[in-house]
Each structure stands twice: as structure tokens, then as C-alpha cells.
């Protein structure tokens, strides 16, 4: 077995999932968490992370496939699991051999269920999606006759159990005028549906329509659940986007590697493809042992993003190779091999969030954190 803390790898910090499940929890008051787990809880453990959700009181997960479910199951988690996803025909089978949820993709979709169902001679659980607006996947809901008949034929449909339903918001995270109306028509919309259900003596089950921004922007709407997933991990997309609350979330991931060698640098000499950072007076350069083929962006290149070595500011210079990547330690005395970088974490008083890897990088922390690779061990946080 490799010792873990060699090369490069991810700091998890399970325990702090419970206090972010508390800040939710203030939140949105009486509404329970569905844990969201998908893409192996955006990269953090699918399994760690719904344990430690367990172990502050979230009894249902979400994920977005079969195998992510399974995955669960064969993890022990024994608490309802939603797949939010499609499952294919060929598999159904396996959401009533594992006890799991499926999301209704369209009212034809459920009435393949159902047929498999009655041929198997059993029941199949799921929520119902509505799609109020996304249009990615559901049984779209718009206050004419027709939408309305649809969703009511998948609640009757006689080999299914539907147990819950919910929608997804698109803009919630944005509190301009345009989305907020956009936002608003949707719950008004979500509720028409379920107060229609309801007049027609159909019980709608539990409801949930809230992701992490739903629930800072929108967090009064009183449903059953709320399905967070970047909250419990401590972050939002982007910290620049304005929010409606002001939670205290604790950043659960923080990103390490070891310094591989240490060397001067004359005046005039470079570092790395492409030679864009040229020394400009006698430079002390430490490499690295981490790339983006662990999941540091290439985009972080050359841009005076820091890092922090033995508790102190320095710049990544030259290009991010795929395993290494090299930083400018002119000013930070005794650096040698095998010290610790940080590149996301909190050390000597300094934070670096991965919400500036997400905007150097142009995207958002949801894909910053799915695209930490295989080969970084995700350790639990050990204390510095
Ligand atoms: C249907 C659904 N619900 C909830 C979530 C959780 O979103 P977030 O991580 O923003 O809380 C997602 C994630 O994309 C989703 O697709």
C-alpha cells in the first residue's frame, strides 16, 4: 500500500458536513435534506459523504444514475436513495432489487415502468418530475388541460407508487428581476400542479424543489424536502454571486501536494512549455508534484494565481504541466523537498477558496470539484 500523503491529494473534512447540514437546517426550518450525492458527491465520496449526512440526521440521498445508487447500497447506506436520472429499460429491475426511487422522465417513461411492473408483478417507486421550466427532463407542467391529464395519468397508473414530486430551478441563483419572476412562476406553477393533484383526491406525496440555491434565495417554501449539494460541502458555484441569506458554511475539500525539488534560477532562464515565465533576477523555483491531469485547470497558468507553501503566499509560474506544476519560492526560506503545498485550504491565517480556481479557470466549483481526477486519494482532513 502507497503511503497516501506522497504526491498530491484532497483533504476531506466530513466532519464539518454536519455543521453545513445545521446551517441548511436554519434555513429552511422544518423542510428535510435530501442529501445530494450525484457524480460521487461532485467528487468528494459519494459514500463518506452520505455517512457523515447520515450521521447529521439526512435519512434520503439523491444520485443521478443506477450505478451511483448501487454504488450506495453496496456502501451501506440503507436510506431512501431518489435517482434523479434516466434509468434505462433493461435495468429496472434493478431499482426494485436495490429498494430505489426513480424519477419519472416523462409520462411515457412511466407508463414503460409500469408495463414492467405489471409484467414482473410488482411495484415501482418514484417521484414524479415535473418540469416547470428547465425543459431538461419531466412531464411538463403548464396550466392547460392537457399537461394537467398527463401528470394525473402518471399518478394512476396502477403499478406504480408514487411517492413524491418535484421540479428543478435554472435561475435561482440569480436575484435579478427577470429570473426571480422566472423563479416564482415556477413554485406557482409546482403548486397549481400539486393543489390540482390534490382536488382531484390524489395524495402528490412528498415535494421538493430547492438545490442550494433555492434554498439561500427561496429558503421559506415549506416542502417536505429540499435537495442540497454544494452546501453541505460548504461552497455555492461561485462566491462572487450574491445570495439572499448569510450562512456560515465551512469548506469541506482542501488540495495538497509535496515539492518535488527545489532550484535557482539565473536571470534570463525559464520554466516550463512554452518558456512564458522568464526569470527576471535569481529565482528560487520549487516543482511541484501535482498537474492537470489531477484536476489543477491549465487556465491557472501563467495568471499570478498563489499557492501557499510553508504558510506562505507564492506564485504558480509557467505553464501547469499534466503532473507537475512549478512556483516561485524566491521569498519562503527552507523550502525543500517533500514540504506541503496547499492550493485550496485555510493555512497561517490565509484562505484560498476554490471559488478563485473556478473563476481563473472560467467555470463554476460544481465542475472544479467533478474534475479532480481518480488518481488524487480523497484523505480525510488531518490536523495541522
Ligand atoms: C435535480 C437536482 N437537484 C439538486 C441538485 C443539487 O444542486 P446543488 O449542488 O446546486 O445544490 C442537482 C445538481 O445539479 C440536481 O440536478
New binding site residues.
Given amino acids: 500500500m502507497l503511503t497516501p500523503y506522497t504526491r498530491a491529494w484532497c483533504e476531506i473534512d466530513y466532519n464539518a458536513i454536519a455543521h453545513n447540514v445545521k446551517e441548511v437546517e436554519k434555513l429552511v426550518g422544518d423542510t428535510k435534506i435530501m442529501g ?1 450525492v ?1 457524480a460521487n458527491a ?1 467528487g468528494l465520496g459519494a459514500v463518506q459523504c452520505a455517512k457523515a449526512l447520515q450521521a447529521a440526521g439526512v435519512r434520503f440521498f ?1 444520485v ?1 444514475s443506477l450505478d451511483e445508487a448501487i454504488e450506495l447500497r453496496s456502501g451501506g447506506i440503507h436510506d431512501e436513495i431518489l435517482i ?1 436520472g434516466y434509468t434505462p429499460p433493461k435495468n429496472f429491475d434493478q431499482l426494485v432489487a436495490y429498494h430505489l426511487i426513480q424519477s419519472l422522465v416523462s409520462l411515457d417513461y412511466a407508463k414503460k415502468l409500469d408495463a414492467f411492473a405489471k409484467e414482473h408483478n410488482t411495484k415501482v417507486r418514484v417521484h414524479a418530475k415535473l418540469d416547470t421550466g428547465m425543459n431538461r427532463t419531466g412531464i411538463v407542467y403548464q396550466p392547460d388541460h392537457q399537461c394537467f391529464e398527463e401528470l394525473k395519468e402518471a399518478y394512476t397508473l396502477p403499478n406504480l407508487c408514487v411517492e413524491g414530486i ?1 421540479s ?1 430551478f435554472p435561475v435561482s441563483d440569480d436575484l435579478g428581476e427577470e429570473s426571480r419572476q422566472f423563479t416564482q412562476k415556477q413554485i406557482e406553477l409546482f403548486d397549481e400542479a400539486i393543489n390540482r393533484l390534490k382536488n382531484e383526491g390524489i395524495d402528490p406525496g412528498v415535494r421538493h424543489i430547492q ?5 439561500l434565495n427561496y429558503k421559506d417554501l415549506g416542502y417536505e424536502y429540499c ?5 453541505y460541502m460548504g461552497v ?2 461561485d462566491d462572487a454571486i450574491e445570495i439572499e441569506s448569510e450562512p456560515d458554511f465551512i469548506p469541506i475539500l482542501s488540495i495538497y501536494a509535496n515539492v518535488s525539488l527545489v532550484k535557482w534560477l539565473k536571470p534570463g532562464e525559464s520554466v516550463s512549455y512554452g518558456r512564458h515565465f522568464i526569470a527576471q533576477k535569481d529565482t528560487k523555483i520549487a516543482t511541484v508534484s501535482i498537474g492537470y491531469a489531477d484536476g489543477l485547470p491549465r487556465l491557472l497558468s501563467n495568471c499570478g494565481v498563489q499557492v501557499l507553501v510553508n504558510g506562505q503566499l507564492c506564485e504558480l509560474v509557467g505553464n501547469i504541466c499534466m503532473d507537475q506544476c512549478m512556483i516561485d519560492v524566491s521569498d519562503v526560506e527552507n523550502v525543500k523537498e517533500g514540504d506541503v503545498v496547499c492550493f485550496v485550504g485555510e493555512e497561517n491565517g490565509h484562505r484560498l477558496t476554490i471559488d478563485r480556481v473556478s473563476r481563473l479557470a472560467k467555470t463554476i466549483n ?1 465542475e472544479t470539484l467533478t474534475r479532480i481526477t481518480a488518481r488524487m486519494p480523497r484523505l480525510e482532513k488531518r490536523k495541522r
Avoid: A, E
Avoid at 435537495?227 to 452546501?231: I, K, V
Fill in positions: 445530494i450525484k461532485y439523491g443521478s434523479l418535484f428543478h438545490n442550494s440555491y433555492g434554498i435537495r442540497p449539494g454544494l452546501l455555492t458555484s460544481n
